[in-house]
């Protein structure tokens, strides 16, 4: 809200509406003859890119560097430093073409280099473009993957052929015999105004699609609405400048297309000196997926765009050579926009791959234990549950004897590679589908289903008997013996809680037992 007052109360900003304002006022109520208005002209886009030069090179100045060790955002700061600087020399070079081309107008302000421009302002403006565009070219795009870099590809792809349609569109074919000098001429009209406007066009949309901006998000929506006023006044042919009716309304439309860069910059320099960021820190771009919309419109826009286009030009002027040029346009944005979501359609695949490995990997993590392997406490809870909801079920409650005296004999690390023994043994004593866990410390758990009677003490037999002897772990000689207890459980007569804790007691009956032999 600040920010916004600030900008508000701005008396240059003030001052650069007011204008923009009355010279439209004034061109477009035509109070003063041709001649004035021509001079008035150029005499307003000359102060107006005057001041974007200034601020430009002001903003530049303004970026410090970032107390950061990150390769990315200092290339990111330095780039944003570069770009504003050629955007000022691109303003000084512009306003050297108002100069000069006032010398023009003095001469004779109704001539058609005076209007028109001349050819030494001209060049000034290819000049200036051509700054801005490496300014915008040169600015580096977020952190990328593969896939993000190739549906970025695409669409930018997209919109610049959809701009291509649009530039094709309103190219207008010289007159004449179709020798060598027409298509030198068709070759210039078509690469001077719609080609390099093109390559304006598709900096500015590699930028705001590519997710990192170095225009704050006010001045990013001024500079997007002037570029919009520039691409609409360059698609306007050349005599209609001479024209009476129509000179004042473009002349007004200059100026308010130039006025409104001039307030963009003016805009990232008061927001930037703002900011509690670096000024050349990087924002979203405006076009940019973010994460409360995952996706760009820009694209999708950009084939609407031309779709209507051909519906338009084919009912207005049916199967052209021209409609058919617009008719492919839209053709191949179509067929980008359907390859952009094949690509899509195959990350998500991706996405969901992963998603389904991670949660497998956390489910496992969840569910065993990281040292030995085996299930963990809350797996064996759970396969009890479910066990005793169909069947029979026998427990085996496995507790080591004297395993305390041994890690502090040999410490932790021997008594880590016990477990990972023990667990190991009693793996090789159940069937396949038979649960080992570890229920925590050197307490272990066996879960057997439909286990026949006759079986159950063999098998608390095969379990005590492979963990009793000496195991070597390392240089230390280390004795193993263990307490078996069992319950068996069945439906309806147990829960998981009271079948465990009947298992329990039966391991401390047999340890006690075994105290007594020994006693």
């Not at 003030?14 to 204008?19: E, G, N, R, T």
Request: charged residues 15%.
């Amino acid at each position: 809200m600040a920010q916004q007052r600030a900008l508000r109360r701005d008396p240059l900003l003030i001052a650069l509406v007011v204008l923009i304002l009355v010279s439209f006022s004034g061109f477009v109520l035509r109070r003063a003859p041709a001649g004035a208005q021509v001079a008035v002209f150029w005499l307003l886009m000359a102060g107006v890119q005057g001041f974007f030069a200034v601020t430009s090179w002001r903003v530049a100045n303004g970026i410090r560097r970032v107390a950061t060790q990150r390769r990315a955002e200092v290339d990111r700061v330095r780039a944003g430093r570069r770009m504003w600087r050629l955007f000022s020399a691109a303003g000084g070079v512009l306003v050297l073409g108002n100069v000069i081309q006032l010398g023009v107008v003095t001469r004779d302000a109704t001539s058609f280099d005076a209007v028109a421009g001349s050819t030494a302002q001209v060049v000034s403006i290819l000049a200036g473009i051509a700054l801005m565009i490496a300014g915008l070219l040169g600015y580096p795009l977020g952190g990328t993957g593969r896939s993000e870099r190739l549906r970025l590809r695409i669409d930018v792809a997209t919109v610049m052929a959809a701009a291509a349609t649009f530039g094709l569109w309103v190219l207008r074919i010289p007159a004449g015999p179709h020798d060598l000098t027409w298509a030198l001429t068709l070759a210039a009209s078509a690469l001077v105004q719609p080609g390099l406007f093109l390559v304006a066009i598709f900096a500015v949309v590699r930028m705001m699609l590519g997710g990192r901006s170095p225009f704050t998000p006010a001045a990013g929506a001024v500079y997007g609405v002037a570029a919009v006023l520039q691409t609409v006044l360059q698609a306007v042919p050349i005599p209609m400048y001479l024209d009476p009716g129509a000179m004042p309304w473009l002349f007004a439309g200059n100026v308010a297309g130039s006025g409104l860069i001039a307030i963009g910059a003016r805009v990232q320099e008061l927001q930037a000196r703002a900011a509690t960021i670096a000024p050349g820190a990087a924002t979203t771009g405006p076009g940019a997926a973010t994460a409360d919309r995952p996706y760009s419109p820009m694209p999708y826009g950009a084939m609407a765009a031309v779709w209507c286009l051909t519906f338009t030009v084919l009912v207005m002027d049916g199967l052209t050579w021209r409609s058919w040029l617009v008719v492919g346009g839209a053709a191949v944005t179509t067929a980008l926009v359907t390859a952009r979501q094949i690509a899509a359609f195959r990350h998500i695949g991706e996405l969901l791959r992963e998603r389904d490995e991670l949660t497998a990997r956390l489910t496992d993590l969840a569910y065993h234990d990281s040292l030995t392997g085996l299930g963990n406490r809350g797996l064996f809870m759970r396969r009890l549950h479910e066990a005793l909801a169909v069947g029979a079920v026998t427990v085996y409650l496995i507790d080591l004897d004297d395993f305390k005296p041994i890690n502090d004999a040999y410490g932790h690390a021997t008594g880590d590679q016990l477990l990972i023994q023990v667990a190991e043994r009693l793996r090789a004593c159940v069937r396949t589908g038979d649960l080992v866990a570890r229920l925590g410390g050197d307490e272990f758990a066996v879960l057997v289903e439909d286990l026949p009677p006759e079986r159950r003490t063999a098998v608390a037999d095969d379990l005590t008997l492979a963990l009793h002897g000496t195991l070597r772990i390392g240089p230390a000689e280390v004795a193993l013996s263990a307490s078996v207890g069992m319950a068996t459980g069945r439906h309806g007569e147990h829960d998981p809680d009271s079948l465990l804790h009947e298992a329990d007691m039966a391991m401390y009956a047999t340890k006690d037992a075994r105290r007594e032999l020994l006693a």
